[in-house]
Nanobody, 127 residues
């Protein structure tokens, strides 16, 4: 059973930055692709970014491309989401999730394709 714990959310002004962290336990972290999703009130959960097992391949939603960066540290069982130039439309609960499908493919961006999920961390961007 894989457990994921997100942290790093908070309140930030528009134009600011936050770094989210997701710590995994209970599995072989380096064998999973990882993804970040977000869910704003009244909206469905939406893909944000994904990264392959080694950290060499990434994929981003168009809405965050150029502003967000996903990375991972397999030695620390951690995946990060660096978020810059935040705007109020980025306000949401952010979730990390595992993708155990092999071979991993960067276009896997449906939440139903992911296995284990964290509890989420709230990001609020004020205007």
């Amino acid at each position: 059973q894989v457990q994921l714990v997100e942290s790093g959310g908070g309140l930030v002004q528009a134009g600011g930055s936050l770094r989210l962290s997701c710590l995994a336990s209970g599995g072989t972290f380096s064998s999973y692709g990882m993804g970040w999703f977000r869910q704003a009130p009244g909206n469905e959960r939406a893909f944000v970014a994904a990264i392959d097992m080694t950290g060499g391949i990434t994929n981003y939603a168009n809405s965050v491309k150029g502003r967000f960066t996903i990375s991972r540290d397999n030695a620390k069982n951690t995946v990060l989401l660096e978020m810059n130039t935040l705007n109020p439309e980025d306000t949401a609960v952010y979730y990390c999730a595992t993708d155990s499908w092999a071979p991993w493919h960067p276009t896997r961006c449906m939440d139903t394709e992911y296995d284990y999920w964290g509890q989420g961390t709230q990001v609020t961007v004020s205007s």
